[in-house]
C-alpha cells in the first residue's frame, strides 16, 4: 500500500491563520499543471512495486489525495489532466482500477462547489471530499477571512449527496477569541446535523509569520484560556462519540468504516509520493521535500530536475516519528514495529503514564488513554528518543 499527494497552492484569498505554502496568483496555473505532470512522470519509481515479477510491475497506490491550497481552484480541465496523467502514470491507463481501489480525495472550498463544478466531480475519480467549514457563525468566517457563509454548507452537502459522494469530510475549528462553551456546543450540532461521515476539529493556533500571529502581538486578540479549550476538547469527543463516530486521532473522528486511509497512512508509516511545491514524500528510508517555490519549482521541472531536500532516517528517528504519529491513533504503536533498544526505552519511559493510567498497553501496542488524550502534547515530550 502506498499514497499519492498532489499539492495545489493555489487560493481566491489568504486566510488570516494560514501557515500553509499557497498563493493567490493564479496565472501561473496551467503551467503548474504541466510542472506536476511532468514531476508524476519523473518520479514515477518512487514508490515501492510489487515483488510478482511475474506481473507487470505496479506501485501499490490505495489513496490520493489533492489538497492544498485549493484544489478546487483549478479548472476541471486541469483536474482532468491530473487525473489522466495518474492513471497513465501509476495504473497503466486503467482507469477503472484507479476508480475501483482507491480512496481518492479532493480538499474543496465550499464556495467553490457550484453547479457545474459538481457536475465535474460527478464524473471524475473523486470518491471523498474534505471541506473546510471552520464554524457555523459567520461573524467567525468573516475574522478568519473565509470566503463562504455559514449558509453555504448545508446545501452544498446536498449537492454532493445527489452525485452519489458518500464520504463527506468537514474540518471545524474551536477556541476562537471570547468564543463560549456554548457557540461550541453549537457548531458541534450544527455539523452532526450535516450528518457526514468524517470530521476534523482543531484548536486555532497563532502560527508565527501568519497575520493572526500579528494580531496577538499588537494586543488585538486574545487567546482563550487554556482550561477552556480543554473542555471545549473534551465536549466535541463526548458529543461526536455519542454521536457514532469514532475517534480514531487526536483530531480526527469517523462513522465506523469511514476513515481517512490517506491520513492514516501518515500515522502509520506508510510510503507515500508528494508532487508539487513543498511537497512530502516519505519512503520508509528518507523523507524529501520540494522547494515551496512555485517559480522555481515549475522552472526545475521543466528541466527535468526535482528540486528537493532529503533527510535519511536512522533508526533514532524513525522511533520519534512514531511517538508523534502513530501514538496520536486509536491503536497507538506495534511495539513490534520498534529495535529491542527503543522498546525496552519506550517501556521504561512510559512507566510513570502507565501507571498514572495516561498510557495503556493493549496486546502488542502502547496507546493513550482517555485521559491521555488530553495531554498527549506532554506525553510524546517525556517519550522522545534525544
Ligand atoms: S483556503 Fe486553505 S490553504 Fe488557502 S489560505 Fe485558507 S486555509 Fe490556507
Known sequence: MAGLYIHIPFCASRC???????????????????ALCREMQLRRHYLPTTDDTSAVAQPLIS??????????????????????????VFFHGDDTLMRTHCEVTMECNPDDITPSFVQFLQHSPVNRVSMGVQSFSNERLKFLHRRHHAQ???????????????????????GFPNQTLDEWKLDIQKALALRVEHISAYSLMYEEGTPLYQLLR???????????????????????????????????????GKRSQHNSSYWHAIPYLGIG????????QSRQWNVSNIKEYISSIEQGEIPFE??????????????TTALRTSEGINLSMLSPKHKTYLLQQAEKQIAQNLLEIRGDSIRLTAQGLYVSDAIMADLIYA
Request: net charge negative; with cysteine.
Open 16 to 34: 488570516i491563520y494560514c501557515g500553509f505554502y499557497s498563493t493567490t496568483h493564479l496565472d501561473v496555473r496551467q503551467q503548474y499543471v504541466d
Open 218 to 256: 499588537n494586543n488585538k486578540v486574545k487567546e482563550i484560556d487554556d482550561e477552556l479549550s480543554l473542555t471545549m476538547y473534551q465536549t466535541l469527543v463526548d458529543e461526536l462519540k455519542a454521536s457514532g463516530y469514532e475517534h480514531y486521532e487526536i483530531s480526527n473522528f469517523a462513522k465506523p
Open 63 to 88: 489513496t490520493i489525495y489533492l489538497g492544498g491550497g485549493t484544489p478546487s481552484q483549478l479548472t476541471p480541465a486541469q483536474l482532468q489532466q491530473i487525473f489522466c496523467t495518474i492513471v497513465t
Open 310 to 323: 532529503r533527510e535519511w532516517l536512522d533508526d533514532d528517528t524513525r522511533y520519534n516519528d512514531l511517538i
Open 152 to 174: 453555504d454548507i448545508s446545501p452544498v452537502v446536498q449537492q454532493l449527496r445527489s452525485i452519489g459522494i458518500d464520504n463527506i469530510s468537514v474540518d471545524l475549528m474551536f
Open 277 to 284: 511545491a513543498s511537497a512530502h514524500s516519505y519512503d520508509i
